[in-house]
């Protein structure tokens, strides 16, 4: 077995190493959100290391430092968050492994927190009636009316909204323009933003569903005790994501009538997480390992 052999071998039993670790840190008060299990979730992430490849073709588990990818490991599993379940994807950067929140593991940490959160965004599109207003007393914006008809339905969109919860138990609506959604897709690495357009619908929603959590997320104490979320370092969906629909026949859906939703219930604590701040308590030698 040469060098490259023994280096990869050796990223190979990382993910052991962090499981052993995260068992050692539970007995002395680590918590995991309750559907979450970690030697899961770090062995299906292996599984799908060893698939992934650099931007010069190279395998991940070969190009990236043994101590990046434990801090990653690590970082996913203060988430409560599954590479393998696409809760999460694994990036190279330079010789780093991140780990960054894919749209469906973000859904998944606002539901853990307003378990009855239903993650439903509505396109407003050119020919529709649509007034939002700021309440004065409780700050929250609130939906005035939307009303649509069948022929816009394919006409180009001019923003987008949908209902988030809040600690008070009431819900606060979340607008984007499509300004602002178009300026989410340019982050992309696609240029001509093929998928986006042939999907704009399910697109759309996805892009202010992403966004919308990140502030809910951004903003819980201690929620996981990790760092914020920086969407300019994030990848997007659409660049992972392989759609089974005919993209010739894309199937556009009407948005729903507005009306007031029934208020969510109260939220539940997240899970307490050690107090580093999300730094890794692992060695930064290979040799302590």
């Known amino acids: 077995m040469d060098e490259r052999q023994k280096q990869v071998a050796l990223r190979n039993d990382v993910g052991e190493q962090v499981i052993t670790r995260i068992n050692q840190l539970s007995e002395t008060g680590l918590q995991m959100p309750k559907d979450f299990h970690a030697p899961t979730a770090i062995r299906m992430t292996m599984l799908k290391l060893q698939e992934l490849k650099d931007k010069n073709n190279k395998p991940a588990l070969e190009v990236c430092t043994k101590e990046s990818i434990a801090n990653a490991l690590f970082r ?21 492994l991140c780990i ?14 307003f378990p009855n959160w239903n993650p439903k965004a509505h396109v407003v599109r050119e020919g529709d009636e649509f007034e939002f207003e700021i309440d004065k007393d409780s700050g929250l914006t609130k939906l005035v009316k939307h009303k649509t008809k069948l022929e816009n339905i394919d006409k180009d969109f001019v923003g987008a909204y949908i209902y988030m919860p809040t600690a008070s138990g009431e819900l606060d609506l979340y607008v984007m323009t499509a300004k602002q959604i178009r300026a989410a897709w340019a982050k992309s690495s696609s240029t001509t933003q093929a998928t986006h357009k042939a999907f704009d619908q399910k697109m759309i929603s996805k892009t202010i569903i992403n966004s919308a959590c990140n502030m809910i997320i951004n903003s819980t104490p201690s929620i996981y005790a990790d760092d914020s979320f920086d969407e300019s370092q994030q990848v997007t969906d659409a660049e992972y994501e392989v759609f089974e629909e005919d993209e010739n026949k894309p199937q556009p859906q009407v948005a729903a009538p507005a009306q007031e939703p029934t208020p969510v219930p109260q939220p539940q ?20 390992f």
């Open 269 to 288: 604590q997240p899970a307490s997480a050690p107090a580093n701040n999300g730094e890794v308590p692992f060695p930064q030698n290979d040799d302590d």
């Open 76 to 96: 996913m599993c203060l988430w409560g968050l599954n590479c393998g379940l696409n809760q999460a994807y694994p990036i190279v950067r330079g010789n780093q």
């Open 100 to 113: 960054d929140p894919s749209y469906f593991g973000k859904v998944l940490m606002v539901k853990r927190i």
